[in-house]
């Protein structure tokens, strides 16, 4: 119980006014850059509307999940054979077949109308979702705000709601990656974004106390590197796409991080199933120790029937005694994730309430205004960015519970986008940030984006 109190006493109670702060704050949108894209948006949306309703051979709503079924299915459509999942096919309560699920797409994704369709979908959610709410700003604050919750997510980490969800602006996709461009600092000021470097398998690796995974960190190495090396170094073209190569490693070793299946991990990997199987049994050979303490914790959750983080968060886990396999496999995962994750949504929050102490201590007028998973954002004034950035590395590295260096990776730009690109990094020695924040600057009076 004494946990719990501290937890809230500790970390929950100081975290409210700093969210306020944040949800009053709001974003600084760029709305020229979103006119731009809307537009540029618009026109790629309606052109893959046309080339649909051509294929089709007559008129339809593509927005519509029924008419597109009709026309993906039906003999008046195209007639394609009608998808199963899970050995079912996916019925809408409506009746028709549903087109919704990404299961279903994927399983005819080779079809040319199936990636017009999701060309199309994708187009009108980054237009609807995100574009439409960007240019709207409130009308006296000028700026977009959002709300952040602290207890709603079951991983114990912020969530974000209201009209636009700012952890759900898309990264993945370079159309999606371009709606970070258009949040940018107030007049004068930059983006400055600090985030956890690997923050979850750094954790994963102090409490597993996995020798080799350990013996990497302590050197500086790169995990992934030497795990790619491991994994695929035997093969002719390694030193030609070793870059490649560490991709599909990092990808692997977060989906086993997190204890997906082959399936999952497959296509996360985008490797044959094969592939993926010898490449999972490497990995379980050399950090055998990260294996080991799985099954350990596996272990202690049937006994408990609760998974616990080192700050005291519990989670009941009441599927962990079911007689269904798939449910006991489900709840062991779930457990194990939450003893990493929710310990990272914890050190997280603690970082954000010091981080704001240490900032108001010194009367600092830069301001996080976004929060998403291991990463803050601040509108910071070019003047204080040394200074953030010093108090960043000291702040995200202290944390006792964890017998590892937690490093902080920080960089700036003219906008959320461009804080991203690898020449706007800071070194960990901050000896490239006063030119780094020269260029980013001028770049800023000149408006570059």
């Given at each position: 119980m004494s946990k719990l109190w501290d937890i809230y006493n500790q970390i929950e109670l100081p975290l409210v006014p700093i969210i306020v702060a944040m949800e009053e704050y709001g974003a600084q949108i760029d709305q020229e850059q979103v006119k731009k894209l809307t537009t540029t948006y618009t026109i790629e949306r309606d052109r893959v509307d046309k080339e649909i309703q051509e294929m089709a051979g007559y008129e339809f709503n593509v927005k519509s999940p029924q008419q597109v079924s009709d026309f993906l299915f039906s003999e008046k459509g195209i007639g394609l054979p009608i998808p199963r999942i899970d050995?079912?096919?996916?019925?809408?309560?409506?009746?028709?077949?549903?087109?919704?699920?990404?299961?279903?797409?994927?399983?005819?994704?080779?079809?040319?109308s199936i990636i017009l369709i999701r060309e199309f979908r994708m187009y009108e959610k980054l237009i609807s979702t995100y574009l439409v709410e960007l240019g709207n700003p409130h009308p006296i604050s000028g700026k977009v705000h959002t709300h952040f919750n602290q207890t709603r997510t079951r991983s114990y980490r912020l969530s974000s709601s209201d009209r636009l969800n700012f952890q759900n602006i898309p990264v993945k996709t370079d159309h999606g990656k371009l709606l970070r461009a258009t949040f940018i600092g107030t007049p004068g000021n930059v983006i400055f974004k600090a985030d956890y470097d690997q923050m979850e398998l750094r954790a994963e690796t102090a409490l597993s106390r996995d020798e080799a995974?350990?013996?990497?960190?302590?050197v500086g190495g790169d995990i992934h590197g030497e795990a790619a090396l491991v994994a695929?170094?035997?093969?002719?073209?390694?030193?030609?796409h070793a870059k490649t190569y560490?991709?599909?490693t990092k990808n692997g070793i977060f989906s086993m991080l997190y204890r997906s299946g082959?399936?999952?991990?497959?296509?996360?990997?985008?490797?044959?199933?094969d592939e993926t199987k010898a490449f999972t049994k490497a990995m379980e050979s050399l950090f055998a120790g990260s294996e080991a303490y799985f099954h350990d914790v596996v272990k202690e959750l049937h006994k408990l029937g609760y998974a616990e983080t080192l700050f005291g968060h519990r989670r009941h886990l009441p599927h962990i005694k079911s007689?269904?396999?798939?449910y006991v496999a489900d709840a062991e995962r779930e457990g194990y994730n939450h003893i990493v994750q929710s310990l990272c949504a914890g050190i997280m929050k603690r970082a954000m309430v010091n981080l704001d102490a240490e900032m108001q201590l010194r009367g600092m007028k830069s301001r996080c205004f976004i929060q998403v998973h291991d990463e803050l954002v601040f509108d910071a004034l070019p003047s204080e960015v040394p200074l953030l950035f010093e108090l960043v590395e000291r702040v995200f590295s202290d944390v006792p519970e964890l017998d590892i260096e937690m490093k902080a990776s920080s960089s700036?730009?003219?906008?959320?986008?461009?804080a991203d690109y690898d020449e706007n990094e800071i070194k960990t020695d901050g000896s490239n940030l006063h030119a780094v924040l020269e260029r980013v600057t001028n770049d800023e009076q000149q408006g570059s984006i």
């Open positions: 050995g079912r096919v996916p019925i809408t309560e409506t009746g028709y077949v549903s087109t919704d699920s990404t299961k279903v797409l994927e399983q005819m994704e080779s079809h040319p995974k350990l013996a990497i960190y302590e695929f170094g035997n093969r002719p073209d390694y030193t030609e560490r991709k599909y082959i399936g999952k991990r497959s296509a996360a990997m985008g490797l044959t199933f007689v269904r396999k798939k700036i730009g003219p906008n959320w986008l461009a």
